[in-house]
């Protein structure tokens, strides 16, 4: 089982960032899929999640309006696109498979907002 993020990166306040996770080693249609972040000094939190199916989508409050998670079954791939970034929205963010009591997670990437 493999989930490898990408796209993350140094990016100022107010840009931009498009994260990618690409899944593999287990049937990825069937997985709820979400996306974590740590930042320093904190707690790994819930940023969003969506469905196997993508039919339900949720955000945490604070991302609401800024960020969208979306998912393509056929590239076996879950995306966060991450607009008008802010300097709390540092953090290494994680992806996250889980099916029950299953839970796969993928090593990380670091988005860092700062001017």
């Known amino acids: 089982v493999r989930l490898v993020e990408s796209g993350g990166g140094l990016v100022q306040p107010g840009g931009s960032l498009s994260l990618s996770c690409a899944a593999s080693?287990?049937?990825?249609?069937?997985?709820?899929m979400n996306w974590y972040r740590q930042g320093p000094g904190k707690e790994r939190e819930l940023v969003a999640g969506?469905?196997?199916?993508?039919?339900?989508?949720n955000y945490v409050d604070s991302v609401k309006g800024r960020f969208t998670i979306s998912r393509d079954n056929a590239k076996n791939t879950v995306y966060l696109q991450m607009n008008s970034l802010k300097p709390e929205d540092t953090a290494v963010y994680y992806c996250?498979?889980?099916?029950?009591?299953?839970?796969?997670w993928g090593q990380g990437t670091q988005v860092t907002v700062s001017s």
């Open positions: 080693g287990f049937t990825f249609s069937s997985y709820g």
């Open positions: 996250n498979a889980r099916f029950l009591s299953v839970s796969y």
């Open positions: 969506i469905s196997s199916s993508g039919s339900r989508i």
